[in-house]
């Protein structure tokens, strides 16, 4: 299922956040997107999921306005995986898992042995099989993180939208993920995914949008995007994106005076 924003503005209220934005996350695709904080990106994701209605233009799934789908239509197509948030609740992970069924399950029926399996397996994939009996609320940030992905992944999702999954994350649990989200792509799902990590973008993003003041600065692939030059402006400092042959890719890297050296 392709996501597409068409001349899409978003904001809260009076207020307007993004303005005129068009992307498009298609099957089989990542779509990375970059851009300092406060630039709109979790705003952005909020218009793409239904959850706040655009101010301008719209959102679409495989060209239908999703404005006209009912909710339960939409949660079987995409999953979000929210920033990690403080729980108010104490369900257990297991619960949590199960909770990505809730689409799929008949309005008045209660989750089956095979929405059980789905959620199990969400969680075995992500390596915290083990978690499920833990308390949300007790779990480190970076657990709790893995619990959300969990989620959306039991869902069992055409499109999947991640805001900063890996941002709490330990450098083997990040991997772990972004494995996943390879994995994902490779079975056919769309995801988008925004990171404060430029270096994600060359590991797994098929294409990259970088977001300044609101608007989509630039769009394509990794190679095109993430330059030097585009970095440094959208970031407001020196930044160097040397080629690593033993990676094979480019890596992203703050270019700080070497020492003895000062500004
Ligand atoms: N509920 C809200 N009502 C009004 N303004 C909001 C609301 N949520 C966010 N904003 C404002 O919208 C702007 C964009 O916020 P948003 O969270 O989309 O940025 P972001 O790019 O995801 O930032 P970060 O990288 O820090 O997570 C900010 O100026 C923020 O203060």
């Known amino acids: 299922m392709t996501l597409a924003a068409e001349a899409l503005s978003t904001g809260y209220g009076g207020v307007t956040v993004g303005r005129d934005i068009a992307l498009e996350a298609r099957p089989g695709e990542v779509l990375c997107l970059l851009g300092p904080n406060g630039c709109g990106k979790t705003t952005l994701f909020k218009t793409l999921l239904g959850l706040i209605p655009p101010k301008a233009g719209r959102v679409t799934l495989d060209g239908e306005d999703i404005a006209r789908w009912p909710r339960r239509r939409l949660a079987q197509a995409v999953a979000y995986v929210p920033q990690a948030h403080a729980a108010l609740f104490p369900f257990t992970v297991a619960d949590m898992a199960l909770m990505g069924r809730a689409a799929r399950v008949g309005l008045f029926d209660r989750p089956g042995p095979a929405d059980r399996a789905a959620a199990t397996a969400a969680l075995d994939s992500l390596g915290v099989g083990r978690l499920a ?87 394509g692939t990794a190679e095109e995007t993430l330059t030097p030059e585009r970095l440094e402006a959208l970031y407001g400092v020196p930044v160097a994106t040397p080629y690593v042959p033993e990676l094979g890719r480019r890596i992203v890297a703050p270019s700080l005076p070497t020492s003895g050296e000062t500004p």
């Open 133 to 219: 009996p833990r308390v949300y609320t007790e779990l480190s940030g970076g657990e709790r993180q893995l619990a959300l992905i969990a989620r959306a992944l039991a869902q069992e999702p055409k499109v999947l939208v991640m805001d900063e999954p890996t941002a709490s994350l330990d450098l083997g649990n990040e991997t772990r993920v972004l494995e996943r989200v390879r994995g994902l792509k490779a079975r056919g799902l769309a995801v988008v995914l925004s990171t404060h990590d430029p270096d994600h973008a060359f590991l797994v993003a098929d294409r990259v949008a970088l977001m300044a003041e609101g608007g989509i600065a630039a769009l």
